[in-house]
């Protein structure tokens, strides 16, 4: 059973650049939901996809955006960067209810 | 809107002591409750999980946790830690609609002595 894959692992880019990470899903699992963890916080939920669908959002402004993909792999794409978007991305995936499994995330850096 | 209390910020104990992290959480229709740990330098990693049944749940490495339903708690215990214990622990909360997404509190930092 492969587990959940994130990519790249670290990233360092400017404000008001364009970023995108990437998750690949745990085999089987067919929904992936995105979490950013600024340092010393808990996770804080981003968004959720299901069947390629967004299945429910949390409070982010609409510049962080995601797709998901038929073999259920998906992207947190996040525009126009601000230093405050400096966090550990997570990916998470999972059946649509129940526990779910996460990557190891994706530092990202904004300066 | 659903929230997570850890009311302790970090934890220090000696090995073989007991252990008691304390978890609240706000919302009060029906939720599923987990325990998450990051040890240095890895991820997220499920502890435990409660959805319903047997309000006494537990889970890998010696740990259980109790749900009380009066309380809106979700305390995590273990009664003898181990200098490997030493990590983050996080709980979170799910339900009520809000299937979809995990509410986490801001972890509890656990430092074991040996």
């Known amino acids: 059973e492969t587990g959940v894959t994130q990519s790249p692992t670290h990233l360092i880019k400017t404000r008001g650049q364009q970023v995108t990470l990437r998750c690949s899903s745990q085999?089987?699992?067919?929904?992936v939901s995105w979490y950013q963890q600024a340092l010393g916080q808990g996770p804080q939920f981003i968004f959720q996809?299901?069947?390629?669908?967004?299945?429910g959002r949390g409070n982010f402004p609409p510049r962080f955006s995601g797709l998901q993909f038929p073999n259920y792999s998906s992207e947190l794409n996040v525009n126009a960067l601000e230093l405050d978007d400096s966090a550990l991305y997570l990916c998470?995936?999972?059946?649509?209810?129940?526990?779910?499994?996460f990557g190891p995330g994706t530092r990202l850096t904004v300066t | 809107a659903q929230s997570v209390s850890q009311h302790n910020h970090h934890v220090i104990l000696s090995e073989a002591a007991s252990l008691e992290l304390g978890c609240n959480y706000s919302?009060?229709?029906?939720?599923?409750l987990f325990w998450y740990v990051q040890y240095p330098g890895q991820h997220l990693q499920l502890l435990l999980k409660?959805?319903?049944?047997?309000?006494l749940v537990k889970g890998i490495k010696g740990f259980e946790a109790e749900f009380i339903k009066s309380k809106f708690s979700f305390n995590l215990r273990k009664p003898s830690v181990q200098w490997s214990d030493t990590a983050e622990y996080f709980c979170a909360v799910n339900g009520g609609g809000s299937n979809y997404k995990l509410t986490f509190g801001k972890g509890t930092l656990l430092t074991v002595n040996p």
């Open positions: 085999s089987g699992h067919n929904t």
């Open positions: 919302y009060g229709g029906t939720v599923n």
């Open positions: 996809y299901y069947r390629e669908e967004e299945n």
């Open positions: 409660y959805f319903s049944g047997d309000p």
């Open positions: 998470a995936s999972s059946f649509p209810v129940g526990e779910q499994y």
